[in-house]
């Protein structure tokens, strides 16, 4: 049997943008993908809002910290994807990078649906 694709969401602070899209890939893919996020620069946790937006969804990110980017995950990685943050990560050959612009979440409502309506995530 094949390995599970590996996919890394990566934005600044780990705490908004790519928890959402991590835990929405976990919950329609399940254990057939493994699913990671990272930020270079980790706040100390996940945005309230974010956080109450995802309950709304039925999607519970207690259990979820932003964690920090290593050179490591990105190359233990097939997919890496940043979400329109500006954050760089390093380049390893045969990983595949894309970049989706998504709007930042911070400082905005629990409302979040245009978001990642744009990509079809919501």
């Known amino acids: 049997m094949p390995p599970k694709p590996r996919i890394l969401f990566l934005c600044i602070h780990n705490a908004g943008r790519s928890q959402i899209a991590a835990a929405y890939l976990t919950r329609l893919a399940g254990p057939a993908i493994e699913v990671r996020s990272a930020g270079s620069a980790p706040a100390e946790s996940i945005n309230p809002m974010v956080y109450a937006a995802m309950l709304e969804e039925g999607i519970d990110l207690s259990d979820q910290r932003p964690k920090i980017l290593t050179e490591d995950a990105v190359q ?47």
Do not use: H
């Not at 940043?82 to 409302?111: E, H, I, N, S």
């Open 76 to 122: 233990n990685s097939d997919v890496v994807i940043t979400m329109g943050c500006g954050d760089a990560c390093p380049f390893f050959p045969g990983t595949r990078y894309l970049d989706w612009k998504v709007r930042d979440p911070a400082g905005r409502g629990v409302g979040m649906e245009d978001i990642f309506a744009k990509r079809g995530l919501w």
